[in-house]
């Protein structure tokens, strides 16, 4: 149940960064991560009539928290993204984003076998490999995007954490309150922007053009069931399992922006899809 929905997870998040890159490109970071979010908060809520929500302290504390990580993240990721290159920058802030869950959940006890140690390292790894890009006629990100990709590394980090405590038997309440969060700390910022003058709308009329609304729609619900997945995969296994699996989503970003923004896929990067499937058939059998 782990590696299946570690691996949805990974899925949900490639294609949604993927969708909010080119949207974040026709229009601001913060306006596309807050319409996503607004429309991810209606499709959580629409979801917990189905699987459930429990809502207490601990449950608004956790979500809280995440919700903060979160919109950080997406904003940071999608800023990173728009200023590309994606095929560097997305698999930057993965590798980011799984260090510290692994250390944590090692560090507070969590037992793996020794195949599924050596897939964790293995992905890990191909994760590198998928975000080195050989050549001297390779564009490199800006300090400005690199900046962005760290920045949003560390919010999944936290993200990954929160999620991962969890009660078991909250349903999607922590997700819910999560959205909430990011929710009103995206139009505040939205409004802040406003107020300084920096911007004179709070959302630009062009974000619902035919040709970017769906994409930012499309982000939303990838990004909302990847948090599900990821809820259910760590509540299932290992978080450090979990969030591995998870930092695979730059092979799915990759190979989009291959097929429609045609970026160069060099035989590093090959390599680290190859080993990265590989790592993942040995976590099954560990």
């Known amino acids: 149940m782990t590696i299946l929905f570690g691996l949805l997870t990974a899925f949900s998040y490639g294609y949604a960064d993927f969708v909010g890159a080119v949207a974040a490109k026709k229009v601001r970071a913060l306006s596309v991560t807050t319409v996503a979010f607004m429309f991810g908060l209606v499709l959580a809520l629409i979801a917990s009539l189905f699987v459930g929500a429990e809502y207490n302290l601990n449950v608004?504390?956790?979500?809280?928290?995440?919700g903060i990580c979160s919109a950080a993240a997406i904003t940071f990721l999608y800023a990173a993204l728009a200023l590309g290159p994606i095929s560097i920058t997305s698999p930057f802030t993965?590798?980011?984003?799984?260090i510290i869950p692994v250390v944590f959940d090692i560090a507070t006890g969590q037992q793996l076998s020794s195949l599924a140690g050596i897939a964790i390292v293995l992905i890990l790894i191909a994760v590198v490999l998928v975000a080195f890009v050989p050549g001297s006629d390779v564009r490199l990100p800006s300090l400005k995007a690199t900046l962005y990709s760290v920045g949003a590394g560390l919010g999944f980090s936290g993200i990954f954490l929160f999620l991962d405590m969890a009660p078991a038997d909250?349903?999607?309440g922590v997700l819910v309150v999560m959205r909430v969060v990011g929710v009103v700390l995206m139009l505040a910022g939205l409004a802040a922007l406003m107020l300084t003058g920096r911007s004179k709308?709070?959302?630009?009329?062009?974000?619902?053009?035919?040709?970017?609304?769906?994409?930012?729609?499309?982000?939303?619900l990838g990004d909302v069931s990847?948090?599900?997945?990821?809820l259910i995969?760590?509540?299932s296994g290992a978080l450090a399992v979990a969030a591995v699996l998870s930092t695979l989503y730059p092979v799915g970003t990759i190979l989009l922006a291959r097929v429609f923004l045609k970026e160069r896929i060099a035989l590093s990067q090959n390599i680290g899809i190859l080993l990265a499937i590989a790592a993942c058939a040995m976590l099954a059998l560990g």
């Open 60 to 66: 608004f504390q956790i979500g809280a928290l995440a």
């Open 94 to 98: 993965a590798v980011l984003s799984a």
């Open 170 to 172: 909250s349903g999607l």
């Open 201 to 220: 709308v709070l959302i630009e009329k062009e974000l619902f053009a035919a040709g970017t609304i769906w994409l930012v729609l499309l982000a939303g």
């Open 226 to 230: 990847g948090n599900v997945f990821f």
């Open 233 to 235: 995969a760590t509540n």
